[in-house]
């Protein structure tokens, strides 16, 4: 399955596909994934709906390929999600490396000691 994501409205700007009963993906699918039209985003992308939901537990097995999709260390990461009513989607979503996170928290924890010291000075 080729999903280009080109923006943030689904079924306009990025690929989507819409299953009016139950969805089932076969071990060994491959979700592909690529920019288009020079959009770089970081979702979420609800790249396929099922309105009687989806019948794997998880996607173990299914292959996200993200060759033409790439963001620096970022990291594409694939999920079922509930929509309502028993409608389910697989949602897209661009995050950054752990690593980066927590270089993140780091900065965020050094900034804030050093304000309080100067408020006390």
Do not use: C, K
């Given at each position: 399955?080729?999903a280009e994501?080109g923006g943030d409205?689904?079924?306009v700007s990025?690929d989507?596909?819409?299953?009016?009963?139950?969805?089932?993906?076969?071990?060994?699918?491959i979700?592909?994934?690529?920019?288009?039209g020079?959009y770089?985003?970081?979702?979420?992308?609800d790249?396929?709906?099922?309105?009687?939901?989806?019948?794997?537990?998880?996607l173990?097995g299914i292959?996200?390929?993200a060759?033409?999709?790439?963001?620096?260390?970022?990291q594409?990461?694939?999920?079922?999600?509930?929509?309502?009513d028993?409608a389910?989607?697989i949602r897209?979503?661009?995050?950054?490396e752990?690593?980066?996170?927590?270089?993140?928290?780091?900065?965020?924890?050094?900034l804030?000691?050093?304000?309080r010291?100067?408020r006390?000075?």
């Open positions: 399955m080729a994501l409205e689904q079924g990025y989507w596909i819409e299953v009016f009963g139950q969805a089932t993906l076969q071990a060994g699918a979700i592909d994934l690529a920019w288009y020079g770089i985003g970081h979702g979420p992308f790249i396929l709906t099922a309105r009687g939901g989806i019948t794997n537990e998880d173990d292959l996200l390929r060759d033409e999709a790439g963001y620096g260390e970022h594409w990461v694939a999920s079922i999600v509930e929509l309502g028993g389910e989607a897209l979503e661009l995050v950054p752990p690593a980066t996170m927590a270089l993140l928290g780091l900065a965020v924890t050094g804030g000691g050093y304000i010291r100067r006390a000075a």
